[in-house]
């Protein structure tokens, strides 16, 4: 096996249809695995350990909070933050193996995720080209603990970056339904976040907001060529956006 000294850090809640695939992608690359589960009922721990990851329990305080207790755990200084739900490709595993052998890192690094839709590779629309930073320095760097949406690492304009040539594969969801309750989930949450810094919104803000996004996905970022797949992500994602306003017009 060809190690580099890079940690693997995933957090996790009922994850147990995900965390082996996720798991299994990077055993070739890293000796360093560490879960953080938020209390998950399933057997996404058990699975976790069975595969040799060191699993910490940690109760539910927000993505960053989740994510920095896990680089607090790890034993190399380089982490890449990975879901559950993601998976190296071959080619990105090559891609780290040739970059640590190579040395003089860059802190910070970002990749592009192929998305996957009901198994469905997504091309167009919002979720291609989907650029996320993963891979950093933890001796620089931490995920910042201000957002309970969207986390984000403490770079600046001056930090200098890299960006990764292979995909990280990401299997979004695995049915409509469930990506629906996902954005439910993150609606509300967007609502709380905004209502605490004192925003407000009303009826038209939601649905003028709402029909721009599936305009944009659906028609301008080309969605409509992803099929039936393209219309449901631009269909969920009107749905959030309107929801997101109405939430926020209730509080």
């Not at 699993?55 to 982490?79: A, C, D, E, M």
């Not at 003089?104 to 590779?121: E, I, Q």
């Not at 996004?213 to 080309?222: A, D, K, P, S, T």
Request: hydrophobic share 40%.
């Amino acid at each position: 096996m060809s190690f580099i000294p890079l940690s693997i850090v995933i957090i996790t809640r009922n994850e147990a249809a995900n965390i082996e695939r996720c798991i299994r992608s990077v055993q070739a690359i890293s000796n360093d695995i560490i879960v953080v589960d938020s209390g998950s009922t399933d057997k996404t721990v058990a699975l976790a350990e069975k595969m040799g990851a060191r699993v910490y329990r940690l109760p539910w305080g927000g993505y960053s909070k989740q994510k920095n207790f896990g680089n607090s755990k790890s034993k190399h200084n380089y982490i890449f933050s990975l879901d559950a739900d993601e998976a190296f490709s071959p080619e990105l595993r090559d891609e780290l193996i040739a970059l640590f052998k190579q040395g003089n890192l860059k802190p910070l690094y970002k990749v592009n995720r192929f998305n996957h839709f009901c198994n469905k590779p997504i091309r167009h629309g919002s979720w291609y080209p989907d650029w996320h930073y993963c891979l950093f320095d933890k001796t620089i760097l931490h995920w910042l603990e201000t957002d309970d949406v969207h986390e984000s690492l403490s770079w600046n304009a001056s930090t200098p970056k890299g960006s990764l040539k292979s995909v990280l594969l990401h299997y979004t969801t695995r049915s409509e339904l469930q990506y629906l309750q996902k954005m439910e989930k993150y609606a509300q949450l967007f609502a709380v976040k905004m209502h605490a810094r004192g925003k407000s919104a009303g009826i038209f803000k939601a649905y003028s907001s709402a029909l721009f996004r599936f305009y944009r996905e659906y028609i301008l970022q080309l969605g409509f060529l992803d099929g039936s797949a393209g219309f449901k992500i631009a269909r969920a994602h009107y749905i959030y956006t309107r929801n997101k306003y109405l939430y926020l017009r209730d509080m």
